[in-house]
């Protein structure tokens, strides 16, 4: 299990306090919540990229300390994170940029690569420059590399973006066989849609604070629905309120 503890992060304009978050193996984790509502802080921080300032990381139970070389290459060896920005080695082609990922984490799993580049359909791309491919496969190649790896842990930020319906239908068949394989998955989206089928736990936050946590089945008997989308509006119900509120009266003022 991966376990973040935000007790405080503070920034000029902006904190988040007392969040916590789990990701337990064989389920996935929803990490929900608006533009600035601290989601890519507590992912940064999970990863080790941001400092916090109270609270700490545990990997199955073990506190990790990104400044020692022993405590971190264990967590980099279990722990595979696909960003939201497609940040890829560009000189590179996909099959040089595979072989780099395989022989980097000692993967020897060619029929398992052969698979993943024909599922995600970027076979007639691979002998081209990462450069020149559309951003859709540059996410496909981005997507590959990480599962190549057979993680026990995947982190995804907005998995969607950049793919086509196919492919999006394609990624969360693969997540939910990764997740009914034992890998724990955390994921981060804006997509309610694509979410809704995939969730075993859910956290929403909002400006920093936690105002959802619960195991979908729980969700399930509170709400009386799986809707995310219904789930969000009511758990941020003053908020929306207002916003209708506003909608139906500037709309017919300026109508």
Known sequence: MIEINIIQKKYPDFSIEDVSLSVFPGEITLLLGHNGSGKTTIIRSLLGLVHLDLGNIKLDNIEINF???????????????????????????????????????????????????????????????????????????????QILCKPKYLIIDEPTNGLDPDMIIILKQIILKLRDLGTGILISTHDLRFAENLMNNVTIIRNGKI?????????????????????????????????????????????
């Not at 960003?83 to 060619?110: A, C, G, H, K, R």
């Open 67 to 145: 400044q020692n070389y022993n405590s971190y290459k264990k967590f980099k060896s279990d722990i595979r994170f696909i960003p939201d920005e497609d940040v890829l080695f560009d000189y590179l082609t996909p099959v040089e940029y595979f072989q780099l990922v395989t022989i980097s984490n000692n993967i020897d799993s060619p029929d398992f690569l052969d698979f993943l580049i024909n599922v995600f359909d970027i076979s007639k791309y691979t002998k081209q420059l990462i450069s020149t491919l559309s951003h859709g496969n540059r996410k496909k190649v981005q997507i590959i590399g």
């Open 211 to 255: 105002i959802l946590q619960d195991k979908s089945d729980n969700l399930l008997k509170e709400y009386r629905t799986c809707n995310l989308e219904d789930i969000y509006k009511k758990i941020n119900n003053d908020y929306y309120n207002f916003i209708e509120e506003l909608i139906e009266n500037e709309m017919v003022k300026h109508s």
